[in-house]
Every structure is written in C-alpha cells, then in structure tokens.
C-alpha cells in the first residue's frame, strides 16, 4: 500500500498528460462548451424576445420565469446534458482504450498496482470535469450578462451551475464500471447514452425526484421540493460508481472474462 500512495503522483501525472494530449478531450471540450453556450444564452434570446417564432415559444415552454432563475433553470438543462455526454464520453475512453489498444497487457508488468492506475484515471478525469463545469458555469454567467440580466444574480447562477455541474460530472463515473467490464468504451459511452436518455425523459416527465441524474437540475429549476435525503443520492452514486471501478481494476485478470 506504501508503494501504491508513494506511485499515485507518478501515474496521475502520466494520465493527466495523455488526457491532455487526446483528441477526444479537446473535442469533447470544445464541444461542451459551444453546445451549452448555443442553447441556454441562444433559448433564453429567443425566449424573450422571439416568442412569436417556433423556437421562441419552445423556448419559452422551458423558462420557468424571466430573470436570472429561468435563466438558471434552461442552463442547468443544457449543462446537464453536455456534461453527461462530454464526461461519459472522455471517462469511457479513458478506461476502454486500455482494452481496445490491448495496452492493458502492459499495466500488469509495471510496479504500480492496477487499483492504482484506476485510481489515478479517476482522480484525473473528475479534475477534469471539474474544470469542464466551472467553464460552462462562467460562460453561461458570462452569456447572462450580456443579455441583460443584471449582475444581482450573477454569482448565484454561477454557483449552482457549477454545482449541477459537478454532481452530474462525478455522478456518470459508473461508466468507467462498464467499460471495465465489458472491456471496451463502447460499453461506457452506451451507458453513458443511456442515462442521459433516462435523465431527460425522467426531468421531461416530472419523474426527476427518483433518478439520480435529474435530481440536481430538478434542484436548480424549482421545478419540485427537493428534500435534503434527495440531494445526497448523487453523492451516494459517485461513490458507488467509484467504488465497484475501483475493486473490478483490483481483481482484474488477464484472459477472464
């Protein structure tokens, strides 16, 4: 164990430098931040002063109210979803290409322990949607100045998109289960599709209370009373979602499947 915590610096390094450098970051980033841009500041616009038009009025179906809590709402809609796909994706990857790469012979014969190397995937792909969701945060604050809203309510849109963010980020890491798993990314980024579907169909039907991935925007559009119980279900999640990575790296073998 003395060995694992003296490696874990070492090989969050490496993985921190080869996310960096991965196309599927950048892209995933970049995305990320034009998509929830487009549609919260773009939907808000239209919303308000386009009412009259298709857009407009679907815009307006998702405003709860004028100001910055329906602008807060319709961002919290839209950072869901780009978080869900953005991190899904990238963690899948992060843990599937070990497989598909056939890279995972090489980490049995290195020092550092496999529940090591999950670890450190992990550490480094949360940091990064860390990151990915205080952009998102900015850029939609940012965006609601712009439009006029007022700097009163500037910080707190801030604030709890970036938690939305965070919650929704830490909340997929069961993904990386999936492509442990089945050894392969396709796996995680059909779970990843999957939970964004029931997310959106759960909040679309008033159902967002009873999944975990809907309860932080159902939290930040007011849509229903979210008691105290039900705001640590997505806690209760990263940490399940953490956990069963963790022990399938730690029992991994070759040739098993």
């Known amino acids: 164990m003395a060995m694992d915590r003296s490696a874990l610096g070492i090989v969050i390094g490496m993985e921190a430098r080869k996310l ?38 679907k815009a307006a179906s998702m405003v709860t109210s004028p100001g910055w809590d329906g602008y807060t709402g ?40 496999l529940r ?48 939305v963010s965070v919650a929704l980020g830490a909340g997929i890491l069961p993904v990386m289960w999936a492509a442990t798993w089945w050894r392969s990314y396709l796996a995680g980024i059909g779970l990843t599709l999957a939970i964004l579907v029931v997310t959106n169909l759960a909040a679309g039907f008033g159902l967002g209370s009873y999944v975990p991935w809907s309860i932080p ?8 009373e979210v008691s105290t119980p039900l705001l640590a279900t997505p806690v209760m999640t990263t940490a399940i979602g953490a956990w069963i990575t963790y022990r399938s790296w730690d029992h991994l073998q070759l040739g098993a499947d």
């Open 20 to 57: 960096a450098r991965a196309t599927v970051t950048r892209v995933a980033t970049i995305a990320a931040l034009t998509l929830v841009t487009v549609t919260t500041a773009g939907g808000y616009a239209a919303a308000m002063h386009a009412g009259d038009t298709d857009m407009g009025r």
């Open 74 to 113: 319709l961002g919290a809609t839209s950072v869901s979803a780009t978080i869900l796909l953005a991190v899904g994706v990238v963690m899948s990857w992060s843990v599937g290409r070990e497989f598909t790469d056939g890279t995972i012979v090489g980490l049995f014969a290195i020092p550092p322990a």
């Open 116 to 163: 090591t190397i999950a670890t450190a995937k992990m550490v480094v792909t949360l940091s990064w949607a860390v990151l990915l969701g205080a952009g998102e945060a900015a850029l939609l604050m940012t965006a609601g100045l712009l439009l006029g809203l007022g700097a009163a309510g500037a910080a707190g849109c801030f604030a709890t998109l970036l938690l």
């Open 217 to 224: 925007i159902v939290w930040a559009s007011h849509q229903t």
